[in-house]
């Protein structure tokens, strides 16, 4: 189970991106990270990895526990051999290597080549594309088939809680359904908890069990992702809706009707 | 007509040594994006380490050549963890401005501790000369040109299917997302060097059985520059096509214009070579032209 208490993460000493972020990934659940561009959502994805280090940032105060340990001043490979897996955002696949050697690359760590070979026939099965393309350069790939590898680079490090930082990024509505599908399928066949950063809430919260709304570097909001997909803020401002839960018109002047109550 | 088939063979065995060094430059530049300028210096101090073990300790072949490899190594690791490490996240600039320093230092510590000009190592290789055609050949040249091979498929294979050499191509593409995969980049990165400086103590040592340990082995470097740079800085197989090239242009070139212009015109060309690379193809033969969707 991962823990964060009260972080807060700054980046070159002085700009204080989060101010004090908590949160639980309950073993094998979904858990939605929410909120607009610039809340601190890949921050705080960042800071769990180990990531920060190498940007500058630090976790300032609060701690980081998976499974009751602290791990806020690993490093990302250690926190990596722990099983703690980021996608970064802007699928970032390795441009010149082909599919598959992407996809060893994610399975860097692991000993047992019986159980990597196997594992990448597990990829395989979720994303048969893949396997068609096994052979061709990565770079060229279209955009959805590079989310899917690099969603699979993270299936191969068998991970045990794996971060995905915006897959929907820049994707067809179709696809984006696909891709989240396979994620759910991932996490229920595995066990294997997720932490979901995402601005498209409606699709987030489809999957996820739990989710926090994050803005200006704090949780303003949390709850089960029925309770929020009922939530009027939540509706009203990440999901377009108005409060009768009809789509909202931007026709009139004065298109917002509330106040975010956790102001 | 019998001068053309030796400049030739000469030319292109001298060249696939260029090139072994030249891929120990695109080795560190594909993974860390480091242009190692130090690279003549790491030729230069692994021969006289060579004639050191060989000559002035007087050990064994074997024994001898084996130091050579560990202490090649050893240097690598080295330069890595105590040179470039500290300077990990600063500009680039500085990163490659280190290695210029390394290369001073190279070759101060060089004449300090080997004040002769020029030595010789004990002959590796059988003496007598092979026949091919017209051309006379002393075996050196093809014994460099053989090893220079081998080494060249040992290092594909390694990174095609090595995990760690795939590693290293993707930490050349993107290094952060090698992170997020829980890769230590920094192992990476000394993995390279080490490989780089070993590739040169090979290259130093049969160069240094071809033609003598003298300072002059500092322009193996930069003709492994020129290697790199008609190849592609990138590429490992431009560097492969591009080090016989260069020995061939080296040597056709010297052996034909020499009498016509000036003597050393031959160690001019690669350099020719670079500057007219540099106006037609600045990516080179074969470099990585970025891969861009639009």
């Not at chain 1, 004090?20 to 309950?26: P, Q």
């Not at chain 2, 690598?76 to 401005?97: C, D, H, K, M, N």
């Not at chain 2, 030595?119 to 075996?139: K, M, Y």
């Amino acid at each position: 189970m991962l823990k964060l208490n009260n972080i807060e993460v700054a980046y070159l000493n002085v700009i204080r991106v989060l101010h004090g972020v908590s949160l639980n990934v309950e073993d094998g659940s979904i858990v939605a990270l929410l909120g607009a561009n610039g809340a601190g959502k890949s921050t705080t994805l960042k800071a769990i990895s180990g990531l920060l280090h190498v940007e500058e940032g630090e976790v300032t105060d609060g701690s980081i526990e998976w499974n009751g340990e602290r791990m806020d001043n690993k490093s990302a490979e250690e926190i990596g051999k722990l099983g703690i897996i980021q996608a970064l955002e802007g699928r970032r696949v390795f441009g010149h290597l082909t599919t598959e050697e992407n996809l060893l690359v994610g399975a860097y760590h692991r000993k047992d080549r019986h159980t990597v070979k196997e594992d990448l026939k597990m990829v395989y099965d979720y994303f048969p594309r893949l396997k068609e393309l096994r052979h061709n350069t990565a770079g060229y790939l279209s955009g959805g088939e590079q989310q899917m590898l690099v969603i699979g680079r993270a299936m191969m490090a068998a991970p045990k809680l794996m971060m995905l930082d915006e897959p929907s990024l820049g994707l067809a509505p179709l696809l984006v359904e696909e891709i989240y599908n396979i994620i759910q399928r991932f996490n229920t066949e595995h066990k294997t908890s997720v932490l979901l950063v995402e601005q498209n809430v409606r699709i987030a919260l489809s999957i996820a069990h739990y989710g926090y709304v994050v803005e200006n570097g704090r949780v303003v909001l949390d709850g089960s992702a029925d309770f929020l997909k009922n939530n009027e803020d939540v509706k009203e401002f990440y999901m377009g809706l108005s409060t009768v839960g009809t789509k909202k018109s931007y026709r009139e002047v004065k298109h917002y009707k509330r106040r975010k109550r956790w102001l | 007509m019998a001068e053309l088939l030796q400049f030739v063979i000469t030319g292109i065995t001298v060249g696939m040594v260029y090139a072994l060094i030249a891929l120990g430059f695109v080795l560190v530049w594909k993974s860390s994006g480091v242009a190692n300028l130090a690279l003549g210096q790491l030729v230069l101090i692994s021969s006289w380490f060579t004639y050191g073990m060989l000559v002035q300790a007087g050990l064994p072949l074997w024994l001898g050549l084996l130091l050579v490899i560990l202490f090649a190594l050893a240097l690598g690791w080295v330069i890595e963890r105590f040179i470039l490490r500290p300077l990990i996240a600063q500009p680039i600039l500085s990163l490659i401005t280190v290695t210029l320093g390394l290369a001073f230092f190279i070759e101060g510590a060089v004449s300090f501790i080997w004040p002769k000009s020029v030595a010789a190592l004990p002959r590796l290789f059988p003496q007598q000369p092979v026949h091919i055609g017209t051309a006379v050949v002393s075996q050196e040249y093809l014994w460099a040109a053989a090893i220079s091979l081998i080494l060249f498929g040992l290092l594909s294979l390694y990174f095609r299917y090595h995990k760690m050499g795939i590693a290293m191509r993707a930490t050349a593409d993107d290094q952060r997302a090698v992170q997020a995969c829980g890769i230590p980049v920094t192992k990476i990165f000394s993995m390279s060097w080490m490989l780089a400086c070993a590739l040169a103590a090979i290259g130093g040592v049969l160069m240094s059985c071809i033609g003598g340990i003298t300072f002059g082995l500092v322009h193996t470097g930069l003709k492994a520059f020129s290697v790199v740079i008609l190849g592609g800085l990138n590429s490992f197989l431009g560097a492969i096509i591009a080090g016989p090239i260069i020995g061939l242009a080296e040597n056709l070139g010297g052996g034909y214009l020499t009498p016509l212009t000036w003597p050393g015109v031959r160690e001019v060309i690669p350099f020719i070579i670079i500057i007219i690379v540099m106006f037609l193809k600045p990516y080179g033969l074969f470099g990585e032209v970025r891969i861009e969707r639009i």
